[in-house]
């Protein structure tokens, strides 16, 4: 099970950190990502963190601003989002799959979702 938090309204070039608790003890297997759906349109890949946190792969619109990290020792992903724009507003998810990649359906674990709302 994932919980993620974190989420909140900002003004644009403000920063949020959102977290992603897992109960599992085997979160340390798996690949985490964050996906992003803005309203009205499809969810979107934002980040990938390999198992041992040492990879990663970020969406274009949100390089140099965005960090993906994981600590296994305490089960939580984060993301570190800065130079928030009105296009990032977004229903941010923490998932977790086997293998990764940038296709939803890659994983089958995901958490409830955490509203971010950037204002201009």
């Known amino acids: 099970q994932l919980q993620a938090s974190g989420g909140g309204s900002v003004q644009a070039g403000g920063s949020l950190r959102l977290s992603c608790t897992a109960s599992e003890r085997t979160f340390s297997s798996y690949v985490m990502a964050w996906f992003r759906q803005p309203p009205g349109k499809e969810r979107e890949l934002v980040a990938i963190?390999?198992?041992?946190?040492?990879?990663?792969t970020y969406a274009d619109s949100v390089k140099g601003r965005f960090t993906i990290s994981r600590d296994n020792a305490k089960r939580t992903l984060y993301l570190q989002m800065n130079s928030l724009k009105p296009e990032d507003t977004a229903v941010y998810y923490c998932?977790?799959?086997?293998?990764?990649?940038?296709?939803?359906?890659?994983?089958?674990?995901w958490g409830q979702g955490t509203l971010v709302t950037v204002s201009s």
């Open positions: 998932a977790a799959g086997v293998n990764g990649g940038s296709r939803s359906s890659l994983y089958p674990y």
């Open positions: 963190i390999s198992m041992s946190g040492f990879g990663t």
